[in-house]
C-alpha cells in the first residue's frame, strides 16, 4: 500500500523567509502527487499537482514543487513566505494502481509570524 | 455553481445515536470521497465511491456506512456513535480517479 511522510509537524518562520517542506511517498510506479493548503477554518484546496512532464510544477500564490522520482520526494517550495501563508500543508499521493484513493501525509502546520 | 455542500456543519450527538452527514455535489463528478480528519493523521479515507450504486471502503470503514443511489449524493452515515468518532468530516469529489479532489467545506462532529 501507497504511504506519503511529512517529516516536518510544524514549521516556524518569519515573513520573507524561505520554506521547504519535505513529503516522501513509498510506491515504486508511476504517481500523481499533490500538495493542499488548509486555512484554518477552511476546507483543503488544491495547491499544485504533478502527472507528468517537467518535475518541477509551480502552482498558484507563487509555490512551487519539484518531483525527485529517485528520492521518491515531492517537496513544497516559497522563496519568501508571507504572513497569510500561515495555514496546513498536506502532500498527497495517487498510485494508478489504486486510483481511487487518495493518501494523505499527516501534514505540516506552517505558522509565519509577521 | 455550489461544487460540494456537506450538512450539517457542526453537530454534536450522545454515545449509541445515530446520525447521516450529508454530502452533494453539483458538477456531476463520479468519484465521491468521504475523510476523516484528525490531529497530527492527516485525512484518512472512510469510504468512496466510483459512480452511483457503486461504493467501497477506506482506510478506515469501521462504524460508518454509505450508499450512492444518485450521482449527486453521497451521504455517510454513523450507525451508533463512539467518542472515538469526535472528527472534522470531508467529503470530496472529483471527474475521475486521477484528478485532483473537490473538498466540501467539513463537518464538525461531536459525541459525548
Excluded at chain 2, 28 to 53: C, F, K, T
Aim: with cysteine; aromatic share 12%.
Amino acid at each position: 500500500a501507497q504511504s506519503v511522510s511529512q517529516h516536518n509537524h510544524h514549521v516556524i518562520l518569519s515573513e520573507a523567509a524561505s520554506l521547504e517542506l519535505g513529503c516522501n511517498y513509498s510506491y515504486g510506479g508511476t504517481v500523481n502527487l499533490f500538495w493542499y493548503v488548509q486555512y484554518p477554518g477552511q476546507h483543503l484546496q488544491l495547491l499544485l499537482k504533478y502527472f507528468s512532464g517537467d518535475p518541477l510544477v509551480k502552482g498558484i500564490k507563487g509555490f512551487e514543487a519539484e518531483f525527485i522520482k529517485s528520492k521518491f520526494s515531492f517537496n513544497l517550495r516559497k522563496p519568501s513566505v508571507q504572513w497569510s501563508d500561515t495555514a496546513e500543508y498536506f502532500c498527497a499521493v495517487n498510485a494508478p494502481g489504486s486510483a481511487r484513493q487518495l493518501t494523505f501525509g499527516s501534514g505540516t502546520q506552517l505558522t509565519v509570524l509577521p | 455553481n455550489a461544487g460540494v455542500t456537506q450538512t450539517p456543519k457542526f453537530q454534536v450527538l450522545k454515545t449509541g445515536q445515530s446520525m447521516t452527514l450529508q454530502c452533494a455535489q453539483d458538477m456531476n463528478h463520479e468519484y465521491m470521497s468521504w475523510y476523516r480528519q484528525d490531529p497530527g493523521m492527516g485525512l484518512r479515507l472512510i469510504h468512496y465511491s466510483v459512480g452511483a450504486g457503486i461504493t467501497d471502503q477506506g482506510e478506515v470503514p469501521n462504524g460508518y456506512n454509505v450508499s450512492r443511489s444518485t450521482t449527486e449524493d453521497f451521504p455517510l452515515r454513523l450507525l451508533s456513535a463512539a467518542p472515538s468518532q469526535t472528527s472534522v468530516y470531508f467529503c470530496a469529489s472529483r471527474p475521475t480517479g486521477h484528478q485532483p479532489q473537490h473538498f466540501g467545506d467539513g463537518t464538525r462532529l461531536s459525541i459525548l
